[in-house]
């Protein structure tokens, strides 16, 4: 078994599922599971400084070996898995030499991996593909991003040929609740610029996200005995109801946009007649426009509540995270070094609009410019999740080639692209 299958398919066997509804953090400590395995991993295969801290971060260092002047790079992956699916008893199942058939997976013949809804699997005939079995979801988000960097580590320690700056490794936990760096030391870190391995299919290179804010609406009805309410009585669950009911349903909702268009999505609500809770995320390209977004959802909610005299509101708004690109576009190199190391590799650079938002969106903003760079893994969060062996392998020489550009261009005003 290749190496990166088997550190793959053994880390994803390890349930790290993070819980949106924990204050703890990280939320879960199964998470630490994983990491306290990672930072021991690292110590054998000779990095000096690994370890994980309280809060379930990994931090591990890789000397330089070149005198010049390189910026110090790091590379960051997420232990955690998402909520939206069960990681537990994950049994990773390795289809070799795929040959372009629908995959059915054995422990629940109703989840079919098919190339029509799956199309990028057309592109992988002849790879190996790592599959769940069906009553759970992979892990390749981000435990193939994890087995990728622990990879390159290995090389790099094994092959004192690769010249390279100093080099930070990051693991974070709850990234899939949104809180994966809340508590990162970036005096400790110490790094100049970062990735984060949390990409798709092979060749892409992220540097464009949502801004995103939170919302919380809370209504506040009126309450009284059921028996003598007449007149009295204004129900906020009512209230939340036809106000739920009064939102766009042909724009400004997920499930009706797509590209740069921006949405609000309610994504929680709960309460009773005296009050109702509901929870909102806002996203857009263009951070100017979230305040827009806003307005007009306090604008509905308040036409909905002129028809319930007496009720009140209140509105909460948070900020979450923002576009990477804003930073990222004051540090060119960071995206340009990224970009040609996949082209020192063969293969063509891809970048879109992400639809979402990394553990990098955050990062860019607290000092470490920080695009996302591909792992190959697919159907993400799903019982259909799939990755490439060859994909992984790839990302791994990316890495590599990565290194050698930024140090190769320590000395030069300009780096040649490929």
Same mark, same amino acid.
């Given at each position: 078994?290749?190496?990166?299958?088997?550190?793959?398919?053994?880390?994803? &066997?390890?349930?790290?599922?993070?819980?949106?509804?924990?204050?703890?953090?990280?939320?879960?400590?199964?998470?630490?599971?994983?990491?306290?395995?990672?930072?021991?991993?690292?110590?054998?295969?000779?990095?000096?400084?690994?370890?994980?801290?309280?809060?379930?971060?990994?931090?591990?260092?890789?000397?330089?070996?070149?005198?010049?002047?390189?910026?110090?790079?790091?590379?960051?992956?997420?232990?955690?898995?998402?909520?939206?699916?069960?990681? &537990?008893?994950?049994?990773?199942?390795?289809?070799?030499?795929?040959?372009?058939?629908?995959?059915?997976?054995?422990?629940?013949?109703?989840?079919? +991996?098919? &190339?029509?809804?799956?199309?990028?699997?057309?592109?992988?005939?002849?790879?190996?593909?790592?599959?769940?079995?069906?009553?759970?979801?992979?892990?390749?988000?981000?435990?193939?991003?994890?087995?990728?960097?622990?990879?390159?580590?290995?090389?790099?320690?094994?092959?004192?040929?690769?010249?390279? @700056?100093?080099?930070?490794?990051?693991?974070?936990?709850?990234?899939?609740? @949104?809180?994966?760096?809340?508590?990162?030391?970036?005096?400790?870190?110490?790094?100049?610029?970062?990735?984060?391995?949390?990409?798709?299919?092979?060749?892409?290179?992220?540097?464009?996200?949502?801004?995103?804010?939170?919302?919380?609406?809370? +209504?506040?009805?009126? +309450?009284?005995?059921?028996?003598?309410?007449?007149?009295?009585?204004?129900?906020?669950?009512?209230?939340?109801?036809?106000?739920? /009911?009064?939102?766009?349903?042909? &724009?400004?909702?997920?499930?009706?946009?797509? @590209?740069?268009?921006?949405?609000?999505? *309610?994504?929680?609500?709960?309460?009773?007649?005296?009050?109702?809770?509901?929870?909102? +995320?806002?996203?857009?390209?263009?951070?100017?426009?979230?305040?827009?977004?806003?307005?007009?959802?306090?604008?509905?909610?308040?036409?909905?509540?002129?028809?319930?005299?007496?009720?009140?509101?209140?509105?909460?708004?948070?900020?979450?995270?923002?576009?990477?690109?804003?930073?990222?576009?004051?540090?060119?190199?960071?995206?340009?070094?990224?970009?040609?190391?996949?082209?020192?590799?063969?293969?063509?650079?891809?970048?879109?609009?992400?639809? @979402?938002?990394?553990?990098?969106?955050?990062?860019?903003?607290?000092?470490? *410019?920080? *695009?996302?760079?591909?792992?190959?893994?697919?159907?993400?969060?799903?019982?259909?999740?799939?990755?490439?062996?060859? /994909?992984?392998?790839?990302?791994?020489?990316?890495?590599?080639?990565?290194?050698?550009?930024?140090?190769?261009?320590?000395?030069?005003?300009?780096?040649?692209?490929?």
């Amino acid at each position: 078994m290749k190496p990166i299958v088997e550190r793959f398919m053994r880390y994803v &066997t390890i349930d790290t599922q993070s819980d949106p509804e924990s204050n703890s953090f990280p939320s879960t400590e199964k998470q630490k599971d994983l990491s306290s395995l990672l930072a021991a991993e690292l110590l054998q295969m000779g990095v000096a400084d690994a370890h994980m801290d309280e809060w379930g971060y990994v931090y591990a260092t890789i000397p330089a070996n070149t005198d010049k002047a390189v910026p110090v790079i790091c590379f960051c992956s997420h232990v955690d898995t998402a909520p939206d699916c069960s990681g &537990t008893n994950v049994k990773p199942i390795l289809h070799q030499q795929y040959a372009g058939q629908d995959i059915i997976l054995p422990d629940d013949s109703t989840q079919v +991996i098919t &190339t029509q809804e799956h199309p990028y699997l057309l592109q992988k005939i002849g790879d190996d593909i790592i599959t769940a079995s069906g009553l759970t979801l992979l892990g390749a988000d981000d435990k193939a991003g994890v087995a990728i960097i622990m990879e390159f580590v290995h090389r790099l320690v094994k092959d004192p040929s690769i010249q390279h @700056g100093k080099i930070k490794i990051l693991f974070t936990p709850d990234e899939e609740v @949104g809180r994966g760096v809340e508590h990162v030391n970036m005096q400790k870190l110490g790094a100049d610029f970062g990735y984060t391995l949390d990409g798709s299919e092979l060749g892409s290179l992220e540097f464009e996200t949502f801004s995103a804010d939170g919302v919380e609406i809370i +209504i506040n009805g009126i +309450i009284a005995h059921p028996g003598s309410a007449k007149g009295k009585m204004v129900n906020a669950i009512k209230i939340a109801a036809d106000f739920v /009911d009064a939102l766009p349903k042909d &724009t400004m909702a997920p499930e009706v946009t797509e @590209g740069r268009q921006g949405f609000f999505h *309610p994504t929680d609500i709960k309460g009773g007649a005296e009050s109702a809770t509901i929870k909102f +995320i806002i996203r857009d390209f263009e951070t100017a426009r979230l305040a827009e977004h806003e307005a007009l959802l306090e604008e509905i909610l308040k036409r909905v509540m002129a028809q319930y005299p007496g009720a009140t509101y209140q509105c909460k708004v948070k900020e979450q995270y923002r576009n990477m690109r804003e930073i990222l576009d004051l540090h060119p190199d960071v995206v340009r070094h990224a970009a040609d190391a996949i082209r020192d590799c063969g293969l063509t650079p891809l970048s879109h609009p992400v639809r @979402g938002g990394t553990d990098g969106s955050r990062l860019s903003f607290m000092g470490l *410019p920080c *695009p996302n760079m591909f792992t190959g893994e697919m159907a993400l969060h799903s019982k259909q999740e799939y990755v490439s062996v060859q /994909d992984m392998e790839k990302a791994i020489d990316v890495l590599v080639k990565l290194v050698q550009r930024w140090e190769h261009a320590a000395d030069q005003s300009i780096l040649p692209t490929s």
